[in-house]
């Protein structure tokens, strides 16, 4: 008899266990759970190759998070236009954000009396000769004067870098009048530089406009 009951007691445990395999297989699933069918996943997911997923369909994100918009870039706009013989060209009140490695265009300028400058440099009211290593700044970079005596490190494509003391602005928002010598409005990524600053960087200053790179490099750093 006791050999009977073994069996039987063997026989219920088999049985119990068949009887719950449905149910552990039917356990329902969240992200990237196993699955057989759409009843196997929670909620709005739906079974895709095996594992529980976002419905494509419906376009839920429950298992990815939306990608990031992606960074915005430059986000200064023109602020207008102003008319100069017929010719419009567009005003800026900024510049780029300035960073270890600022893109900039340099453009050739005359900073001594009678040259492309106009009216003496904005900084301390006085002409340069060809000869100093001396830049204006787009308006927004020119930041109203608080780079005015600083020193920025310019960087060309040839891989020759060189110092230069800021001492005007290169005004994006007026020009074509006399203080302007006549000239338009700067672009909002202008580094205007001397003759001396191109010579150092090895460019032709016929071509008039290189596009470079440039930094803060502190205030009282010996140009060179």
């Known amino acids: 008899m006791a050999h009977v009951s073994n069996l039987i007691f063997l ?3 088999f049985l119990f266990n068949i009887i719950n395999i449905p149910f552990l ?7 990237n759970g196993p699955c057989k069918t759409l009843n196997d996943c929670d909620g709005q997911l739906i079974c895709i190759n095996g594992k529980c997923n976002d419905d494509p369909d419906v376009g839920t994100n429950i298992c990815t998070k939306p990608s990031p918009p992606p960074p915005s870039g430059d986000k200064c706009k023109s602020s207008g236009t102003l008319e100069c013989d017929g010719e419009s060209f567009p005003q800026f009140k900024c510049s780029p954000p300035v960073s270890s490695s600022t893109q900039a265009l340099l453009t050739l300028n005359d900073f001594s009396e009678g040259g492309d400058g106009g009216a003496p440099s904005q900084c301390d009211e006085q002409f340069h000769s060809n000869s100093e290593k001396v ?3 787009s308006t927004g970079w020119y930041s109203g004067g ?3 005596g600083k020193i920025i490190r310019i960087t060309a494509r040839n891989g020759r870098s060189v ?3 800021v001492v005007d602005q290169c005004d994006s928002v007026n020009g074509c009048d006399d203080e302007h010598a ?4 700067c672009r909002n990524n202008i580094v205007d530089g001397s003759v001396a600053v191109w010579n150092a960087l090895g460019l032709d200053t016929d071509v008039g406009v290189e596009k470079i790179t440039w930094s803060m490099s502190g205030s009282n750093v010996e140009l060179s």
């Open 163 to 165: 110092t230069a003391k």
């Open 135 to 137: 830049v204006a700044l």
């Open 182 to 185: 006549g000239q338009p409005p």
């Open 11 to 13: 026989a219920s445990i």
């Open 25 to 31: 297989t039917n356990a329902i699933s969240s992200c």
């Open 146 to 148: 608080s780079r005015c």
